[in-house]
């Protein structure tokens, strides 16, 4: 929001327009097109007279503007400090080259025996929004991915090459078990899962589809891409589908659309505050789309599938228990004080 509302879609379509302007005099099919691409479809009924007509004096009849130099849209003050919070997020360190990342000490000295990879604050005139300590993430697992772990930064990163490159890997994996195997796979993408904090890799053999946690990894390595590994084609991972009714109070109906913004859904529309909601998902994620969904309280109640429901129900009791639980022995305690 701190981005969106200060400069909308407008403000970009219109600066999109003034370079091309700063260059050349631009028509109106080419505004026609940059207002399409950079805004919504009727937005070409607002901006267009209101440039043309000279009601925002930015541009002359010619298709010139006034202007000298190309519109720069400055960040705020505001903007700057949260830019440098999430640049600290170790899962920014998984993105960044050796280059773009600092190494300091445990006292702040670079010389210091134990080193610490960090990111540069992108703005070190600016101070950090929040640190990581101003919050606590309440809903969501606590084994997530080591991710300030440098072997774990490795074949993050030998990961990341394999995909742009478009190479196969070799790679060694712990399986639940412990056990090690050796498996040869071509990527395909990389899944981040919100509830667990974990990614895991997507990749195909010519006989089988392969789902790989990345903290498994023990080792890996780029290799070529053998024929067998592209003889059938890729296929989607499995989706099942959920279906829900929402109450919106709330906001309820925003909440959800934007909580799972990520998902293939579709919202119908029953009354003035009752919607059903569809959504598709990977069956792997399954137990995430629970608590997801259990999140939202009495406002949501699944319809379909059975099994589904079954879930929610049975995980509804498990947490009933556990809170039971905890009560008859903070009672018992109490008795025993007394």
């Not at 478009?166 to 050796?182: S, T």
């Not at 906001?251 to 009354?271: N, Q, S, Y």
Request: overall charge negative.
């Amino acid at each position: 929001m701190i981005f969106s509302e200060l400069y909308s879609a407008y403000y970009n379509a219109v600066a999109r327009i003034l370079r091309e302007a700063v260059s050349h005099p631009v028509t109106t099919e080419e505004m026609r097109r940059i207002i399409a691409e950079n805004a919504f479809d009727e937005s070409a009924l607002a901006i267009l007279p209101a440039l043309s007509e000279s009601r925002w004096p930015l541009l002359r009849k010619d298709g010139t503007t006034p202007l000298h130099a190309a519109p720069t849209m400055p960040l705020t003050k505001l903007q700057k400090e949260w830019i440098n919070a999430i640049s600290q997020d170790p899962r920014m360190l998984l993105f960044l080259k050796g280059t773009e990342m600092a190494e300091t000490g445990e006292d702040g000295d670079a010389d210091a025996e134990t080193h610490e990879a960090t990111v540069p604050l992108p703005y070190p005139d600016e101070k950090v929004l929040f640190a990581k300590e101003d919050y606590c993430v309440f809903d969501r697992y606590a084994d997530g991915d080591p991710y300030e772990d440098p072997a774990y930064r490795a074949h993050f990163a030998t990961v990341l090459e394999a995909l742009r490159e478009k190479k196969a890997l070799r790679l060694e994996v712990r399986n639940r078990y412990g056990h090690l195997m050796q498996i040869t796979t071509l990527p395909s993408h990389l899944e981040y899962s919100e509830k667990d904090d974990k990614f895991r890799l997507f990749g195909r053999a010519s006989h089988r589809s392969d789902i790989i946690n990345l903290a498994r990894i023990d080792s890996c390595e780029l290799c070529e891409v053998e024929p067998w590994m592209t003889e059938r084609k890729q296929t989607r991972p499995h989706q099942d589908q959920v279906v829900f009714d929402l109450l919106d109070e709330r906001k309820a109906l925003d909440r959800v659309m934007l909580h799972f913004a990520h998902f293939e859904r579709r919202a119908e529309k029953l009354d003035e505050k009752n919607y059903r909601v569809t959504l598709l998902y990977d069956r792997n994620d399954e137990t995430e789309m629970v608590i997801r969904l259990l999140g939202f309280g009495p406002l949501v109640r699944v319809r379909e599938p059975e099994h589904f429901v079954d879930l929610m129900r049975e995980r509804l009791l498990k947490q009933q228990a556990l809170d039971q639980g905890t009560l008859d022995q903070q009672a018992m305690e109490r008795s025993e004080a007394e």
